[in-house]
């Protein structure tokens, strides 16, 4: 059992790996080549709790510990790195910062419509010319009566079409810099409206009137996660009520770093199992592939192969649930955050790419999994802080430590 986790952990994964294999392996595939939003499953997922794992049960959650989270994550990933992120973005971005910055007001009004599933919730940060740069922020909210006016837009947003609830960041002081940006909720209808009514979640009317202004811009053609939706989120002369603010003014950078580094740890469990699904991939296909009359298996240029496939993916697992343990016992994570990410993210490429390359021609076509789980894995290095940003983080970490010992 690893150390980290429980037999209740374990019964979760169990329960979540027979979902993944029997809802969600039949129709991957189809639903990467389509780039078809999985509506149907993420019903499943809804009824599972899956989308409020460790949202308190007082706001419509499971009540979960985070270690709990992370399982999930890792499960799905392990299968389709699309479902997961859904459930990822829709928790880590867009369901926390509202749990753990808001009013209860706030939170009473959208926690249980996000921890049923609802409707999926998003994380409007990123911008054409603050991505790293997350301080680089040019959207602006404005002071006027009864709480303030915001225009600008935001890229790369998972949700932007299919969400209704998301939380976005505005410049209300430039001249504060990172201490001058600030959080609001906003919402929009859903742009899928029909399949939301036709699964049964996806869009909620007691929202309504939804915030005029908000609205999805084109949808991306990606590489990976190509059946989790990504588009540009509009916010066009939006009023935002004061009840609507989330957080104090200019506490918005602090409240999204914060989020972003638990975001690493999720994006970290979601490389894992990306990485987990390619190992467990080729192990099978090199007992089962025959070259000479005897397995693949067999060959010593195979079995160290699979040894550095599966230490990659232990150690990939330790920084994550390390990470993920020190979270949920309060204990500084940011540093372990960051590592775990960079790591696992990295390791995911690593192992993918191994895993095409062993299984020769067929792991270049789509009858094999592994071409995909590539694909997916990429973004792993970009997404929520890239490989680079993670290593500037790691050495402030480790240079603050030295100075602080040779003080």
């Known amino acids: 059992m690893d150390p980290f986790l429980t037999a209740e952990h374990e019964a979760l994964r169990r329960r979540i790996r027979d979902f993944a294999e029997s809802e ?6 189809e639903l990467d080549r389509e780039s078809r939003f999985p509506w149907e499953n993420v019903r499943k997922m809804a009824d599972l709790g899956l989308l409020g794992v460790n949202v308190p049960e007082a706001y419509g959650g499971l009540g979960l510990d985070y270690r709990s989270y992370i399982v999930v994550i890792e499960e799905l990933a392990r299968v389709d790195a699309s479902h997961a992120i859904t459930v990822s973005a829709h928790s880590t971005l867009g369901t926390s910062p509202i749990l753990n ?25 990123t911008e054409p010319g603050a991505g790293s740069d997350a301080s680089a922020t040019r959207t602006t909210a404005v002071r006027e ?20 609830v998301f939380v976005v960041t505005a410049v209300t ?28 979640v996806g869009h909620a009317p007691e929202l309504e009137p939804f915030s005029v202004g908000v609205r999805a811009g084109k949808k991306e053609d990606k590489m990976g996660w190509r059946s989790s939706d990504t588009r540009e989120l509009l916010l066009d002369d939006v009023f935002v009520a004061e009840e609507n603010r989330l957080g104090e003014e200019g506490a918005g950078f602090i409240n999204f770093m914060k989020t972003l580094d638990s975001g690493r740890i999720g994006v970290g469990a979601l490389a894992l199992g990306l990485a987990q699904g390619a190992f467990e991939a ?32 232990a150690a990939a697992r330790h920084f994550v649930y390390h990470a993920a343990w020190l979270k949920e016992n ?22 993918t790419i191994r895993a095409v390359q062993l299984l020769g021609g067929n792991g270049y076509t789509t009858d094999f ?6 694909r997916d894995a990429k973004i792993c290095e970009i997404g929520e802080g890239t490989s680079e940003i993670q290593k500037l983080v790691i050495a402030r970490h480790i240079l603050r430590e030295v100075v602080g010992d040779s003080a």
Do not use: C, W
């Open 369 to 374: 999994p592994v071409e995909r789980m590539m």
């Open 173 to 200: 002081d430039r001249d504060q810099r990172a201490r001058g940006i600030t959080s609001f909720i906003v919402t929009k209808e859903t742009t899928d409206r029909d399949a939301a009514e036709r699964v049964g």
């Open 330 to 351: 309060e204990q500084p994570f940011a540093l372990q955050a960051s590592m775990a990410k960079l790591f696992a993210s990295e390791a995911a490429m690593r192992t």
């Open 24 to 29: 969600i392996a039949p129709v991957a595939r």
């Open 101 to 125: 910055f808001g009013t209860e007001e706030q939170k009473r009004r959208y926690l249980p419509l996000l921890a049923r599933g609802r409707v999926l919730g998003g994380f409007g940060l």
């Open 282 to 313: 080729v192990a099978h296909y090199s007992v089962e592939r025959r070259r000479a009359g005897r397995p693949l298996s067999e060959y010593e240029g195979m079995q160290f192969a699979l040894a550095e496939m599966a230490t990659d993916v």
């Open 145 to 164: 009566d009864g709480g303030y006016r915001v225009n600008g837009s935001k890229i790369f947003i998972t949700h932007a079409g299919v969400g209704e």
